[in-house]
């Protein structure tokens, strides 16, 4: 059974930082793009970003240049490292693995349960 769990949520001032992390315990980790996704209260799931089995990573326009992805192989671990944050970026956050590139969360084929990021204005 794959499991994948996410930390670092909390609340934080608006211009504040957080970084999340994302665990999974998949025996070819190294090779899936994992995605983060959020979700507010009353909204539909949004795409954040992806980061590839290469490194590169894609980031939707509500969060370029103010989030970055990155991973560890050998920890089979990605984070998502949040600066400058807004209130509108208040939602569940969650991460999720697959093997194709993509922007949708119906392309991915494990999820974890999702962390709270709340921005205080």
């Known amino acids: 059974q794959v499991w994948m769990f996410e930390s670092g949520g909390g609340l934080v001032q608006a211009g504040g930082s957080l970084r999340l992390s994302c665990r999974a315990d998949l025996q070819t980790f190294s090779t899936y793009t994992v995605g983060w996704f959020r979700q507010a209260p009353g909204k539909e799931r949004e795409f954040v970003g992806r980061?590839?089995?290469?490194?590169?990573?894609t980031y939707s326009d509500s969060v370029k240049g103010r989030f970055t992805i990155s991973r560890n192989n050998a920890q089979k671990t990605v984070y998502l490292q949040m600066n400058s944050l807004k209130p509108k970026d208040t939602a569940v956050y969650s991460c999720?693995?697959?093997?194709?590139?993509?922007?949708?969360?119906?392309?991915?084929?494990?999820w974890g349960q999702g962390t709270q990021v709340t921005v205080s204005s």
């Open positions: 999720a693995a697959g093997v194709i590139e993509s922007g949708r969360g119906s392309d991915y084929n494990y």
């Open positions: 980061i590839n089995w290469r490194g590169d990573d």
